[in-house]
């Protein structure tokens, strides 16, 4: 009964399918179909897509997002591989692009307030696509990354990895 009180409160997210390629007209058509089709049937909660950051073009998501009017926009990108490299600079990219489509589709365009846009950051290794295992601090610069150009909110999880985690 205790908790009735902050059920007001509550908030559902749904993130509509994952890493979709958006380059294909088909997936493409059929994403922005569903969010058409589909928001009515989801009234209190916030529906928002998920890409792989640099796979899908800054061009192609302008228009996804014009044409499906998601109510938030989310990247992965997970830039820590065997070996000591990463992928940083693509990583900054993609902060850049996916800022850019939360506050561009809103401010100057119709005065509303910005389309959330977030981030998933990395907390795993796996040997399928050569990601290790990134350090505390490498995970806590992806947050102070996404903090710092006003991400609106930062997932993480552990896939498959003894990686620690920052919550």
């Known amino acids: ?3 009735a009180a902050w059920r007001a409160g509550l908030a559902a997210i749904v993130c ?5 390629w958006l380059n294909d ?3 493409y058509n059929n994403n922005v179909t569903w969010f058409n089709s589909n928001r009515g049937n989801f009234p209190n909660t ?3 897509t998920n890409q792989w950051g640099t796979e899908v073009p800054e061009g192609t998501m302008i228009s996804f997002v014009h044409d499906a009017n998601p109510d938030a926009v989310n990247f992965d990108n997970y830039p820590y591989v065997v ?14 692009k996916y800022r850019r489509l939360g506050l561009g589709s ?15 950051i990395q907390t795993y290794a796996t ?10 601090s490498e995970m806590r610069l992806q947050v102070f990354q996404a903090l710092t150009c006003g991400y609106t909110f930062i997932g ?9 985690t920052l919550f």
């Open 25 to 27: 007209s088909t997936i």
């Open 156 to 164: 993480t999880f552990t896939y498959n990895s003894g990686a620690s």
């Open 16 to 20: 509509v399918g994952d890493e979709q």
């Open 83 to 96: 070996g000591g490299g990463s992928f940083i600079q693509e990583e900054y990219e993609d902060l850049s």
């Open 1 to 3: 009964k205790a908790q």
């Open 46 to 48: 916030m529906l928002y």
């Open 127 to 136: 040997s399928g696509d050569n990601r290790r295992a990134p350090s505390d």
């Open 106 to 120: 809103y401010i100057g365009a119709n005065g509303n307030a910005p389309r959330p846009y977030g981030t998933f």
